[in-house]
T-cell receptor
Framework: GQQLNQSPQSMFIQEGEDVSMNCTSS?????WLWYKQDPGEGPVLLIA?????ELTSNGRLTAQFGTTRKDSFLNISASIPSDVGIYFC???????????FGSGTKLNVKP | GAVVSQHPSWVICKSGTSVKIECRSL??????MFWYRQFPKQSLMLMAT?????????EQGVEKDKFLINHASLTLSTLTVTSAHPEDSSFYIC???????????????FGQGTRLTVV
């Protein structure tokens, strides 16, 4: 199956700092999605990307669809304690009608 | 919009019994729904793809007779864990696909998840 490598696995940062995480795939995707999951909850969609090179923001979050279509990154600016959680990337190729998920990045924010 | 509701949010059952989990898209129609299993501190593992009106497509290693999936309408898919055993205890999550402007622009929205404990 498709392989998605997400890094880093975990991050410990101070409140106010910026955060960056990324995903790379072994093959081309047509869609990249970024999710946040809180403990005991389902993932919540943060940003959806559909075009290579696309840069999309959602508040303090910014994500980009890599030009090679094999990678994507998510930036969080001026982190706050409620940003704590696990962030997942997901990719989809139209030829395979399913989403593949990265292994997740656990974000810890120290007040 | 794009709300997916999963029920129940948690369930405890005895070993050998069956448990049904429902996944509903509340404000959109979903021709495709997905069922995932998530182990503690791990990513989501796709179990099967559920297509309305047809048989589900199971991922390799997932027993279709163990995890029965029914997608009888465009807003409802169910997962039944049959003859549950303690090793089936896990967090099960569904998602529903929403196509925005064609097949290329597709997003997946998740239910709240179901914590299954088999005793």
């Amino acid at each position: 199956g498709q392989q998605l490598n997400q890094s880093p696995q975990s991050m410990f940062i101070q409140e106010g700092e910026d955060v960056s995480m990324n995903c790379t795939s072994s093959s081309i995707f047509n869609t990249w999605l970024w999710y946040k999951q809180d403990p005991g909850e389902g993932p919540v969609l943060l940003i959806a990307l559909y075009k290579a090179g696309e840069l999309t923001s959602n508040g303090r979050l910014t994500a980009q669809f890599g030009t090679t279509r094999k990678d994507s990154f998510l930036n969080i600016s001026a982190s706050i304690p409620s940003d704590v959680g696990i962030y997942f990337c997901a990719g989809r190729n139209v030829h395979f009608n399913k989403f593949y998920f990265g292994s997740g990045t656990k974000l810890n924010v120290k007040p | 919009g794009a709300v997916v509701s999963q029920h129940p949010s948690w369930v405890i059952c005895k070993s050998g019994t069956s448990v049904k989990i429902e996944c509903r898209s509340l404000d959109f129609q979903a021709t495709t729904m997905f069922w995932y299993r998530q182990f503690p501190k791990q990513s989501l593992m796709l179990m099967a793809t559920s297509n309305e009106g047809s048989k589900a497509t199971y991922e390799q290693g997932v027993e279709k007779d163990k995890f029965l999936i029914n997608h009888a309408s465009l807003t409802l898919s169910t997962l039944t864990v049959t003859s549950a055993h303690p090793e089936d205890s896990s967090f099960y999550i569904c998602s529903a696909s929403l196509h925005r402007g064609g097949d290329l622009n597709t997003e997946a929205f998740f239910g709240q998840g179901t914590r299954l404990t088999v005793v």
